[in-house]
C-alpha cells in the first residue's frame, strides 16, 4: 500500500509560480514512476507530466516549458514547479505512482495504481 500526500496549492496571480509536492509512503519510492494529473471544473482528469524511474521526463504540450518536475528519493518526494501560470492552469492538481516492475504508458488514469488526494490550484487573471 502506498499513501500519497500533495501539498503546495494555492491562490496565484497569473504569471506567478507554485511550488507542489507530494510525499510518498513506502520503502521503494525510486523505483515507482511518478506522475501529475489535473483536473479542472467540469472537466476529465488530465495527464500534466511523468518522472520515470531513471529519471526520464515528460510533459503535455501545454505546460512545457513552464512546469518542472523532479524527484526526490532520500525524501521520497516528487515535485513540480509550475511558473509563468496561468487561469487555465486552474484545478485539482493530483499526484500518482505507478508500482508496476515494467510498462511502457504512463499517460493515462488507468497507468496508475495509488493516488493522492489532491491539492487546489486557483490562478487569478
Known amino acids: 500500500q502506498v499513501q500519497l500526500v500533495e501539498s503546495g496549492g494555492g491562490l496565484v496571480q497569473a504569471g506567478g509560480s507554485l511550488r507542489l509536492s507530494c510525499a510518498a509512503s513506502g520503502r521503494s519510492f525510486s523505483s515507482y514512476v511518478m506522475g501529475w494529473f489535473r483536473q479542472a471544473p467540469g472537466k476529465e482528469r488530465e495527464f500534466v507530466a511523468y518522472?520515470?524511474?531513471?529519471?526520464?521526463?515528460y510533459y503535455v504540450d501545454s505546460v512545457k516549458g513552464r512546469f518542472t518536475i523532479s524527484r526526490d528519493n532520500a525524501k521520497n518526494t516528487v515535485y513540480l514547479d509550475m511558473n509563468s501560470l496561468k487561469p487555465e492552469d486552474t484545478a485539482v492538481y493530483f499526484c500518482?505512482?505507478?508500482?508496476?516492475?515494467?510498462?511502457?504508458?504512463?499517460?493515462?488514469?488507468?497507468?496508475?495504481?495509488?493516488w493522492g488526494q489532491g491539492t487546489q490550484v486557483t490562478v487569478s487573471s
Open positions: 500518482a505512482a505507478n508500482t508496476a516492475p515494467y510498462g511502457s504508458s504512463w499517460y493515462y488514469r488507468r497507468d496508475y495504481d495509488y
Open positions: 518522472i520515470r524511474r531513471s529519471g526520464g521526463i
